[in-house]
């Protein structure tokens, strides 16, 4: 097997709020901490990064609701896909599941908790050029016959009826831009996974409008095998109609599918899929054994629950990353073939106060829409390849809204702000020889 050496060096990061134009935004970004890994051995085939925050596209995103207006404050388990439509003919389409819709107090910078409301999941649109996505985020939600402010995409009436809700996660656009399939975890009572949903929207970019988009959902695997912790074409060079699709199975105690449990591997037609037909899915059993039936699944060894999965042709290689559970790291794995082997390096530490309890930090997912700036072109002269961008989100737990600290005076000013995502550009070489990309 070739190893892989990987150098990541986090320079310090200040947000220039002034020059940027953002007075929302005050202070600056925490110091993040250099740091380096190598795992390089004989042979060994040499990818170097940078990892630092994106503050450009921090300010881009930082779209606030004016006075006495209730409106987008915040929202997790963000997925980002690239559609057709709108002015330019492209735009970025982000999906965000639980999310705070409430009035923002700009005298103690704080999302205001009475009249707050928490739908399920929440749209965006950007607007973007060719080369890139310049626009800011205009949010969307749905409100039900009453007026009340509800999740844009709802299970089935008699699943709602049953308490039933639906957390998009993982999703993928059709090559033409005009459809998208997102993956749902199914819960019932307080993060009681149920099982997996597939959210069909057709003809996304023949209408400009979200609320007139029509959708449809359908169920797959079960309980005890769930389909929804990322999808992703088999070839990201732009051919073919497979995608591949991580899940997972019970973990070696017999518990639930979790972020614990090993990934497994299926892959389909995108066109089957978008049909509601699954039942031409195969899954992968051994090395170069797929199997209709999803029965002795073997791990890929790719630690995954709610993420993305990326072949960039530049590193030749597979990537992901992933925030191991109840930890203040982010690695990036990477492998030659979807089924591994992967190897990991630390790519960017999580900045305080994140680090301490009772923050979290998960779902640390590519942003294609940025990260396409030169992994699909090459625009401004740099090698391609040369930048992936993720985002994360930082959580607080809590017995009760009005205990959360996310809640707190202070508490949406930028570097205390949690429920929010969080943007890192990394910066990728193929030897540590070669020079670094220099930015505009």
Wanted: glycine letters at 10%.
């Amino acid at each position: 097997m070739n190893s892989i050496a990987i150098e990541a060096h986090s320079p310090a990061a200040v947000m220039e709020c002034a020059a940027l134009q953002c007075p929302v935004i005050l202070g600056a970004l925490p110091k993040l901490l250099g740091f380096s890994a190598k795992t390089a051995g004989k042979g060994a085939h040499r990818v170097s990064t940078q990892g630092s925050p994106a503050e450009d596209l921090q300010v881009q995103f930082e779209v606030l609701p004016g006075p006495g207006e209730a409106g987008w404050l915040g929202g997790d388990s963000d997925v980002s896909v690239v559609i057709g439509g709108g002015a330019t003919g492209r735009r970025a389409l982000w999906i965000f599941a639980d999310t705070f819709i409430t009035k923002y107090d700009r005298n103690d910078q704080s999302r205001v908790l009475d009249g707050i409301h928490m739908p399920h999941n929440t749209l965006a649109l950007v607007e973007c050029i060719e080369e890139r996505c310049t626009g800011r985020p205009q949010f969307f939600w749905q409100r039900d016959e009453a007026g009340a402010i509800v999740s844009f995409f709802e299970p089935p009436a008699e699943k709602k009826d049953d308490d039933e809700l639906l957390w998009p996660v993982a999703g993928i656009a059709s090559r033409d831009g005009n459809s998208v399939l997102l993956l749902a975890t199914r819960i019932k009572g307080f993060m009681n996974v149920v099982g997996t949903s597939v959210i069909v929207s057709k003809d996304v970019a023949r209408v400009d409008d979200p609320h007139q988009w029509q959708y449809t959902t359908y169920d797959v695997g079960s309980t005890d095998l769930t389909w929804f912790s990322s999808v992703f074409f088999a070839d990201n060079r732009g051919e073919g109609d497979t995608v591949y699709i991580f899940g997972h199975g019970k973990g070696a105690d017999g518990s639930a599918p979790s972020q614990n449990s090993d990934t497994v591997l299926a892959r389909g037609s995108l066109g089957d899929l978008l049909e509601h037909d699954w039942e031409r899915t195969e899954y992968w059993t051994a090395p170069g054994v797929w199997s209709a039936q999803p029965e002795g699944l073997k791990a890929v060894g790719l630690p995954s629950w709610e993420t993305t999965c990326n072949w960039s042709e530049a590193l030749g290689r597979w990537y992901s990353f992933n925030i191991p559970a109840f930890t203040t790291d982010i690695f990036m794995h990477t492998a030659a073939e979807i089924t591994g082997e992967w190897n990991k390096t630390k790519v960017f530490s999580i900045p305080y106060p994140f680090t301490q309890a009772p923050w979290i930090s998960y779902a640390a997912k590519r942003i294609p829409s940025w990260s396409a700036q030169t992994e699909a072109g090459v625009p401004w002269g740099l090698p391609r390849g040369c930048e992936l961008v993720f985002s994360f989100i930082s959580n607080a737990l809590a017995d009760t809204p009005t205990d959360n600290i996310i809640f707190e005076p202070g508490s949406m000013e930028f570097t205390q702000r949690g429920y929010w995502p969080r943007f890192v550009r990394v910066i990728a070489k193929m030897s540590p020889e070669a020079p670094w990309c220099s930015m505009p």
